[in-house]
């Protein structure tokens, strides 16, 4: 696994976590990023073989709500912390197309 | 000493009860802290934002019998990452510096359904990432047994606080150490409660699978309280557990004759040096004396090493850091500008540029390192060898703690490798500051509870704390061994430096 | 260089993704009401607005609803099911991750028959069925910025997934129509287009025989169609657009060469336009919801929701043409929902005559049911009341003309029937007394009539016949009327 972290792989990350990053971030964050990476490589000294991955710490199962309705927010209450509105919309600037 | 500050004094039990039986009002509880904030607060630095007025306003209510319950009067700090629907839920953070939450945490409204009073909100880590709280962006908050030293993290506000007598006690949350670090590092009792016994609806979530609220208290007799009254089942987090929440205080006072103790090979390596083997050594012998039986279990997959480089070693490390982080870089994608907190003011071309601007612009560097490299761990090409391993990882962990806790009741081991370090000793190197959490990680990724409480002073005078591993649920077995080790040691409601200064 | 290739067949291969809106009453992950075209942001709460600290908790009705739907669609439904993250941003996703299933969805390798127009069925088999919360709605047509409307954000969404075995614009459209039929047939959808609760995306390409190859086209994915006209139109210009492509390059236009590619349609031109893709578009980065405990499914839920689902439409259209011998188009039109069936199976039951019940249902009923935009069973006729009017009918106390006018009445007022056509007198009269009271007047005012009639003119009979009913004002049993009028011609 352990192949450093190049500049270009911190681009890309920084990409899909939509963080904004300077050059000096940049270098930064390869060293760092690496070194952390390096730490986590040490997992594959473990044989997991036939290991059932554990996503939750208490597993429980079938944990349903029932179809009820409950009071929710009022417009004024949603749109109370939004940076931008436009009319009872939140503001974002010209999308188009559809998912991304 | 004045009679106001005496209240001060007291634990959250004593003056809860002090209060009932009208020795003391409620408003000078509240005034008798308002007094300790102003004086002490400055050189500390715990609160992000105190609730002066309304903290008086439900005083006066409970002194005029309209809000009763068991903790009726009794200021507690909460953890500046709980949604209140008054005052601010910053996070420590600059993207959330002004949100103001339209609804109540449950464990908070919990504790207010208890008549208690939130004082104020307490400084953190942003985000509850990291374990000095040196990442927060409000404030800089300092250790009231050495100011130049750290707190720990991330709920190092709340410890912080109790430890320097600013509430009667706090609620932390703690995603793979962040309530039993700054609990050891401030010399003082703290909780993280079995995976699901207290809701996480209204925490800010980090590490969804990881993260659980807990009381940070003076005594362990106000742990077994305040977790009495945040936990339960709750509706709106499929998380939470169903089971009856019993009377913690029931077996406080059974001793620690009959306890099998396990102390785990694997927790007692080379790593666990100088200052705080020797306290640890000398709980093991309290713990004896006491009529508790010790027994040597194994935990193989949590085991700490020292090596070459002199670096501290763990597979539950790893483990825990690439699924906390993955959890967190999806977690915190909602923070983008769009539906409340920070949007960039520059303009932009267009909405990814509003997203990549406005995040920059306002997470902190430790935000943004985890967030990246959770989003590697899951990224394409690296999910099986990052997080898929991890989770098995996790389970190997987890069986671990099961198998061990066929031999015994409760585990010790160490709360923290060191006491408390220097302000800036950590900053400057991420993965030394993720080596703090080393005891405390597996824990969590296992879902077990566990508590620090102070195991006694270095010889610099700095507090160190032992902790206590239960089973799952197993809180009435902490809250047991642990009165029992207070008990037995004397080493309980220590008083820090920064409240002799004022009397 | 283009050479001219000799094309001996095209064989369309389609694919087609259905999200289906499921009518539970409130979201999935939140109890916010689930209802289509409110005010902006009016039916919002911290968990669909992504408000830090909120948590989803799932809805078990949506759970329950698309295990019918892959139990209908004879689908293998797991024991064991979970709940995944897709990391996304875009600002109707206020998380900017959906909760989805990857790896383990709630139903997988189902078939599905579709009725062809030639009578026949086709077989198309459904990979998979899985559950996920939809988006909310960005508005475009603000001054100068994009609007953002969360009211559909987290509502259920069910998205079947088809094999390839589609292979005409037809297959594809019979397949889109049944499966909005079933899901309204189940009671898990309202599937209706203009409110958005069906959306497609087919997956096209062509198998080109030419010159004793076989080449296969790049497959194209059409993102987001919101319309029956804009899938026909879509799925028609990918065929010719594909077709042309290849011929200008046979070797290159491959699906090895070019992979998949998305594009859109544009609902003004009705064809399918290029989209650039970000790159790391694809890079979802699943994860399992910590949120989110997994689902069991039990053999005891799974059974009592089999239970609940009952004949479905085709197998109750075939019955209707054995048992009850109606015409294919009749059946058809009986089987666009399940109540319409329910209502006349039930009218069936209490000894109605299945054809007359038939009759009355696809007569004016039908007509009103069009104009309201409706079902048959919506115009609220009882069962009770179509199986009073279907025996009036049988036992000749109507006529054919009536009954509608009762039925009419029937759907506007309510009420019995019979007492409706007492009321109205429309009972129709076989008493020879009452009878002859018309036919003598009849003969008495058209002498000229008569006389012909007499002579053996039977169209003239026609006519007095009519002047028999008119004087009944319709209620005359036209068979004794008619028998007693020729005893009197003398005939």
């Known amino acids: 696994m352990s192949q450093p972290i190049d500049e270009n792989m911190v681009r890309h990350i920084g990409t899909l976590s939509r963080i904004e990053l300077t050059d000096d971030e940049v270098r930064t964050f390869a060293k760092q990023l690496g070194d952390v990476l390096e730490y986590f490589d040490k997992l594959q000294q473990l044989d997991t073989e036939d290991v059932a991955p554990m996503a939750h710490a208490v597993e429980l199962t079938n944990v349903l709500a029932d179809d009820a309705p409950r009071n929710g927010l009022s417009t004024e209450q949603a749109l109370a912390n939004a940076p931008q509105h436009e009319r009872d919309f939140f503001r974002v600037p010209k999308v188009l197309g559809e998912g991304s | 000493m004045s009679a106001a500050s005496d209240l001060t004094i007291l634990t959250a039990a004593e003056l809860a009860k002090a209060i009932a039986t009208g020795e003391a009002s409620a408003t000078a509880a509240i005034e008798a802290y308002l007094a300790a904030i102003d004086a002490r607060d400055g050189a500390i630095g715990a609160y992000n934002e105190v609730f002066a007025d309304r903290a008086r306003a439900r005083a006066t209510s409970v002194d005029a019998g309209e809000i009763t319950g068991p903790l009726a009067g009794v200021p507690i700090a909460v953890k500046d990452n709980m949604c209140t629907t008054y005052g601010r839920t910053t996070c420590a953070s600059t993207y959330l510096a002004t949100f103001e939450a339209p609804y109540d945490c449950t464990a908070v409204a919990n504790l207010e359904a208890a008549g208690a009073v939130v004082l104020g909100k307490t400084n953190m880590d942003e985000f509850a990432m990291g374990s000095s709280t040196e990442n927060s962006s409000t404030r800089m908050t300092r250790n009231p047994w050495d100011t130049d030293r750290v707190p720990g993290g991330s709920s190092g506000g709340s410890a912080a606080a109790v430890a320097a007598h600013l509430c009667a006690a706090a609620l932390g949350s703690d995603t793979g150490g962040s309530i039993r670090q700054p609990a050891a590092l401030c010399g003082i009792v703290g909780l993280k409660p079995t995976y699901g016994r207290v809701s996480r609806y209204g925490l800010v979530a980090f590490g969804s699978s990881l993260d659980q609220i807990g009381p940070m208290t003076r005594d362990v007799a106000d742990a077994a309280l305040l977790t009495r009254i945040i936990a339960g089942h709750d509706d709106r987090d499929a998380t939470s557990l169903s089971e009856d929440v019993p009377d913690y205080a029931a077996d406080l006072a059974s001793g620690a004759a009959g306890l099998r103790i396990g102390l785990p090979t694997e927790f007692y390596t080379d790593a666990l040096g100088g200052e705080v083997r020797s306290v640890i050594d000398q709980a093991i012998e309290t713990y004896r004396a006491a009529g508790a039986e010790t027994v040597e279990v194994s935990l193989p997959h949590s085991r700490i090493d020292i090596d070459a480089d002199g670096k501290l070693s763990s597979f539950a490390v790893a483990a825990y850091y690439i699924i906390c982080t993955a959890e967190c870089s999806s977690n915190l994608a909602r923070f983008d500008g769009v539906h409340y907190g920070h949007r960039t003011e520059e303009k932009v071309e267009d909405i990814i540029e509003l997203y990549s601007r406005s995040r920059a612009e306002s997470l902190g560097e430790e935000v943004k390192r985890r967030i990246m490299l959770g989003n590697y761990a899951l990224s394409s090409g690296y999910y099986d060898a990052y997080y898929n391993k991890a989770l098995k990882v996790r389970r190997l962990i987890a069986n671990d703690f099961a198998a061990a806790f066929k031999h015994c009741d409760v585990i010790l081991c160490a709360t923290t490798p060191t006491p408390a370090f220097r302000i800036g000793e950590k900053t400057d190197d991420p993965l030394e500051m993720y080596l703090a959490d080393i005891y405390t990680n597996s824990l969590n990724l296992a879902g077990l509870p566990g508590m620090s409480l102070p195991g006694g002073l270095s010889s610099d005078g700095l507090p160190v704390g032992i902790q206590l591993i239960g089973p799952v649920l197993g809180e009435p077995t902490l809250f047991r061994a642990g009165r029992a080790f207070e008990a037995a040691s004397g080493t309980s409601r220590l008083t820090s430096p920064v409240i002799e200064g004022q009397s | ?491």
């Not at chain 3, 594809?172 to 959808?189: H, I």
């Open chain 3, 1 to 491: 260089m283009t050479r001219t290739t000799n094309i001996s067949k095209v064989t369309p291969v389609v694919g087609l993704e259905i999200h289906v809106e499921l009518a539970t009453q409130t979201k999935m992950f939140c109890r916010c009401i689930n209802q289509f075209g409110d005010e902006p942001n009016t039916h919002v709460c911290p968990v669909c607005m992504a408000m830090p600290g909120s948590l989803p908790v799932m809805n078990r009705q949506a759970v329950a609803f698309s295990i019918k739907v892959g139990l209908a669609l004879g689908c293998t439904v797991p024991e064991y099911t979970k709940w995944d993250r897709k990391n996304y941003y875009y600002p109707d996703l206020p998380k900017n991750y959906q909760i989805s299933q990857y790896d383990l969805p709630l139903a997988a390798h189902g078939v599905f028959e579709i009725p062809l127009e030639s009578g026949e069925t086709k077989a198309i088999r459904v990979l998979r069925a899985h559950l996920e919360e939809d988006a909310g709605k960005n508005i475009h047509d603000l001054p100068g910025c994009t609007g953002v409307d969360l009211n559909r954000a987290g509502v259920p969404l069910l998205e079947i997934v088809s094999e390839p075995d589609m292979n005409s614009v037809e297959e594809v459209l019979g397949y889109a129509r049944s499966m909005q039929r079933l899901v309204r047939w189940l009671g898990v959808s309202e599937a209706n287009m203009q409110m958005g609760h069906m959306r497609f995306e087919p997956n096209i390409n062509l198998h080109i025989e030419a010159g004793g190859q076989t080449y296969k086209t790049p497959i194209v994915e059409v993102k987001n169609l919101n319309s029956f006209r804009a899938l026909e139109r879509a799925v028609a210009y990918e065929i010719s657009r594909q077709t042309s492509e290849w011929k200008a390059d046979p070797e290159g236009f491959t699906l090895a060469k070019l992979g998949k590619q998305n594009r859109g349609y544009d609902d003004n031109t009705e064809k399918t336009v290029f989209q650039r893709e970000k790159e790391e578009a694809h890079d979802y980065r699943y994860f399992p919801d910590p949120d989110l405990p997994a689902v069991v499914v039990d053999e005891a839920w799974r059974e009592s929701i089999a239970g609940d689902i009952g004949e479905l439409p085709l197998a109750r259209r075939q019955r209707y043409m054995d048992a009850y011998r109606l015409a294919f188009q009749e059946a058809d039109a009986l089987t666009m929902d399940a109540a319409t069936g329910d209502l006349l199976d039930a009218a069936v039951a209490v000894g109605a005559e299945p054809k007359r019940c038939v009759n009355l249902l696809l007569g004016r009923a039908a007509a009103i049911a069009k104009e309201r935009d409706c079902t048959i069973a919506d115009l609220g006729i009882a069962a009770g009341q179509l199986a009073e009017l279907a025996t009036m009918l049988t036992d000749s106390n109507i006529n054919a003309t009536s009954a509608e006018t009762v039925l009419v009445a029937v759907i506007e007022d309510g009420g019995s029937p019979a007492e409706i056509a007492e009321v109205q007198g429309l009972l129709q009269v076989s008493d020879t007394g009452r009878l002859e009271v018309w036919v003598d007047e009849a003969i008495a005012e058209n002498p000229d009539a008569v006389a012909k009639a007499r002579e053996g003119d039977k169209k003239v009979l026609g006519f007095l016949m009519g002047q028999v009913m008119k004087k009944s004002r319709g209620a005359a049993n036209p068979g004794e009327a008619n028998k007693l009028l020729k005893q009197k011609l003398g005939g």
